[in-house]
């Protein structure tokens, strides 16, 4: 598909009478000294972005306005050199709040660059990660080529004319002409608007920031997924009710590491090409009709937990990372079941690694299963650890004669979270290391404020110990597993401290109306713990002993490890709508 080539000055004429009748301006207008930077355009998704910030960065110096009622903006940024990006951040048709980006280049001391969900595409593809990543680093060193955006253009225009039938291929989506709808006239917008209202249909502004990410992951050799796949997955639609929830490729990583992946097709109700999809009353929740029948839940970035009668796990979109991606310090958290040379014993490791830009990794380790964190994070020198990138985009870690599996799943919002995995075949052999393991970056505590309500499913993954803690097997020789079932529950925030939080619960059940409180930064800074306790409202023991929580950073999620002696477990926590 070849770009056309189309006339600024008569389009800018053209333009300027489309944005009169719709009602709008072109900003200050003002002209630009010969050392500064002038940059115009229009933000809209199909309907003007109106009265929303715009924040512009350039080579040298910077700037900032507000679109007037048509979306349009002229800013001018003193002692500018481009290039620039533009970030606006407004409010879409159907009420969702959504930021864009842009850019414009070239040398001249005028550049336009319209902002759209066209433009946001077009820079993940270019740069293979989110463009408000590159917006916050941009002149620290992180570039975009000319020729980069040129192909990425080219490469999205195309995936989105052929795996989602949307003709796009007459425009150039940084300066073509846009003239933006408006909600005092819907029909006032030009062809390129059109154009942009029959995206919307395909990529909705609710779903847009997960297909960001995920065509951020289609750059480079080796992606896991190709752009067409992921256009032609964004056709097939969403889970009904659940936005963030797309067709395409997921991993699953289970309680015992078990890694695998499918390939969900909201639209055709399949898992797989042929296993039936039964969605529920719940929004973002539904079950998997396969021989085994599976329950999953699907938080607010698009990943979530998966629940059988036996095991529970993470399942997050796949997507591609590289190495520089995962240097610096990462918190871990491991849970599962050890070797029969250590029998079968259920149990928890909490430790910090640090990842060099070689591969090398330290790493330390807490007492967590006697609960004594006094020592502190006491370092592991018998074994030497690395991590290595591999061409799919996941990663290889070598931790003394053990290669584990790494894969990183990137929220909307730019975190990224490590899963891992001591065992990707499954077994449940007595002498294999059946465990799984997910690594964050460090966080610091959000307070709710009081009021606040929390709707969230708990799902509770436990191993079967007797009375001393030793796991029991079953009459064929097997450890026996049990995974809840997920429970909608929700709490309100009673009370709330800089360093914790109290939560009465407010769901229906036997537990309805207990009451716990949350200490931030315990027992190690960036975790949360449940101390064992009595509910205040009704004088009974809380079932719970000290429990450390720690959130996966933009995924809506939260693990929670128990250590009791008789009840070991590992639970799942996903915000739910």
């Not at 207008?29 to 500064?36: F, I, L, N, W």
Request: glycine share 10%; aromatic share 6%; hydrophobic share 40%.
């Amino acid at each position: 598909m070849k770009l056309k080539a189309l006339g600024l000055t008569a389009l800018a004429v053209a333009a300027a009478a489309l944005v009169a009748a719709c009602g709008g301006g072109g900003g200050d207008g003002a002209a630009a000294a010969q050392s500064d930077v002038q940059l115009s355009g229009v933000a809209a998704t199909g309907l003007a972005l109106a009265s929303a910030p715009v924040e512009v960065k350039c080579a040298s110096g910077t700037g900032t306005v507000t679109t007037d009622a048509a979306g349009t903006y002229t800013v001018t940024v003193a002692n500018g050199a481009l290039p620039c990006i533009v970030k606006v951040t407004g409010t879409a048709a159907d009420g969702t709040t959504v930021t864009l980006h842009s850019l414009a280049q070239g040398t001249g001391s005028t550049a336009v660059a319209n902002v759209t969900p066209l433009t946001e595409m077009i820079l993940a593809r270019a740069v293979g990660t989110l463009p408000a990543d590159l917006f916050a680093n941009f002149g620290t060193g992180t570039a975009v080529t000319a020729e980069a955006v040129a192909h990425a253009s080219t490469d999205i225009l195309t995936a989105l004319g052929t795996a989602a039938n949307v003709d796009l291929s007459g425009i150039d989506p940084f300066k073509t002409s846009l003239v933006a709808a408006t909600t005092a006239n819907p029909t006032c917008g030009n062809d390129y608007d059109k154009l942009l209202d029959q995206l919307g249909t395909v990529v909705s502004a609710a779903t847009l920031p997960q297909v960001v990410s995920q065509i951020a992951s289609t750059t480079g050799s080796g992606a896991p997924t190709t752009l067409n796949e992921v256009v032609a997955n964004v056709s097939k639609g969403t889970l009904a009710g659940c936005a963030q929830a797309l067709s395409g490729k997921y991993r699953i990583v289970d309680y015992v590491g078990a890694s695998d992946v499918v390939d969900i097709d909201f639209k055709a109700g399949l898992v797989n090409g042929s296993i039936p999809i039964s969605p529920s009353s719940q929004a973002c929740e539904f079950d998997v009709m396969g021989t085994v029948p599976t329950t999953v839940v699907i938080g607010p970035a698009g990943a979530g937990v998966t629940r059988d009668t036996e095991r529970a796990g993470f399942i997050f979109p796949v997507q591609s990372h590289n190495l520089a991606s995962v240097t610096g310090k990462w918190e871990f958290l491991e849970s599962g079941v050890e070797e029969a040379s250590f029998n079968n014993t259920a149990r928890h490791w909490i430790g910090e690694m640090t990842i060099a830009a070689d591969g090398k990794i330290g790493v330390c380790d807490y007492n967590v299963m006697q609960n004594d964190f006094s020592a502190g994070c006491l370092p592991d020198t018998d074994e030497a650890a690395t991590i290595a990138a591999q061409a799919d985009g996941t990663f290889k870690l070598q931790y003394g004669d053990a290669a584990t599996s790494v894969y990183g799943f990137r929220a909307p919002s730019g975190e990224l979270t490590l899963f891992g995995t001591n065992n990707p075949t499954g077994s449940l052999e007595p002498e294999v290391l059946k465990t799984n393991f997910v690594l964050t970056r460090a966080q610091a505590p959000k307070p709710a404020a009081v009021g606040s309500i929390s709707k969230y499913w708990d799902v509770v993954q436990s191993v079967t110990v007797n009375s001393s803690g030793a796991t029991v097997l079953d009459s064929d020789g097997q450890i026996i597993f049990s995974a809840s079932a997920p429970a909608r529950n929700q709490t309100v925030v009673t009370a709330t401290t800089e360093t914790s939080v109290t939560r009465k619960l407010t769901s229906s059940g036997s537990d309805n109306g207990r009451v716990d409180t949350l200490t931030f930064d315990s027992p190690i800074q960036g975790m949360r713990s449940r101390p064992q306790g009595v509910d205040t409202s009704t004088g009974t023991s809380i079932p719970y002993s000290a429990v450390f929580i720690r959130a996966l950073p933009g995924a809506g999620i939260s693990v929670a490890l128990d250590n009791r002696t008789n009840a070991h477990f590992m639970s799942y926590t996903v915000a739910r709508p």
